[in-house]
């Protein structure tokens, strides 16, 4: 018969096992660039990138959240449903007398959705007609490979590192039952697939997320008056991080809050 002590004993390292469980983080697996691949880019809006602010991706004021005017609009195909938020591409203008000499490349962030225009042929207007891999630029983008009275190019692109300054960032709305968070700022391979929230510091207490649209997840729960914590999963390398106590107890909807990791 074991001794009240080898039981406690034992009971210590299962609550050891369980703590680990629940924070665990999977193994860094970084995103690299991918191969280069052939594609057609095109723009929206004009110089100031007004009409591109918000989006479907749900990332409000581009200035504000940091991604400026270097941004894309998907086709459908690489919007995959807003699980194309956030991702980034290396993309040069090749084989046209519109770009520029050296086909000098420029970085975007997908920030919306060019939805397919059934109206059109897929090869003649429609250009985000699935399956074509298209990306719809700002002007500003665009102007930095090519010239703007092209108006389509042939590119190259290929899917590369996000680089960002800080943490993941989190802007919250929704109501005392309802919690709607925006991701942003996701570095690596900048895309999100899973979310949990917890409210305290609970090891186990987490509550699955549901996708909402683009880059926002929601839970139906009461969460106020604790500390918030996030655990994200990458879309592409299904690496989770944990971003712990990012909201304070006092935390307020429409305000955004930045945590202390990233993916890399």
Not at 80 to 108: E, F, L, M, N
Request: net charge positive.
């Amino acid at each position: 018969m074991a001794s009240p002590s080898t039981g406690t004993a034992f009971l210590a390292l299962v609550i050891i096992f369980l703590a680990l469980l629940c924070a665990a983080t999977t193994a860094n697996a970084r995103f690299t660039a991918m191969q280069w691949t052939p594609a057609h880019a095109t723009f929206y809006g004009d110089e100031t990138a007004a009409e591109t602010m918000g989006g479907a991706c749900g990332y409000g004021n581009l200035y504000a959240t940091g991604y400026g005017t270097d941004t894309a609009a998907l086709s459908t195909t690489l919007f995959k449903d807003g699980h194309g938020c956030g991702t980034c591409y290396q993309i040069r203008c090749t084989g046209s007398p519109w770009c520029y000499a050296g086909s000098p490349s420029i970085t975007v962030t997908a920030t919306n959705l060019c939805p397919p225009n059934w109206a059109q042929d897929t090869n003649n207007g429609g250009w985000c007609n699935p399956p074509r891999t298209h990306f719809d630029l700002s002007k500003p983008a665009f102007m930095k490979m090519a010239q703007w009275r092209a108006g389509i190019v042939p590119v190259m692109y290929r899917r590369v590192p996000c680089v960002r300054r800080g943490g993941l960032r989190f802007a919250l709305q929704g109501n005392p039952y309802w919690l709607l968070a925006y991701v942003m700022n996701v570095g690596g391979a900048g895309d999100v697939v899973e979310m949990w929230v917890k409210s305290g510091t609970s090891s186990c207490a987490w509550i699955r997320m549901t996708h909402n649209w683009g880059a926002a997840y929601q839970a139906f729960a009461q969460l106020g008056g604790k500390a918030l914590s996030f655990k994200v999963t990458s879309y592409t390398t299904r690496q989770t991080i944990v971003a712990t106590n990012v909201a304070p107890a006092n935390w307020g909807l429409g305000l955004t809050y930045q945590a202390r990791v990233n993916f890399s």
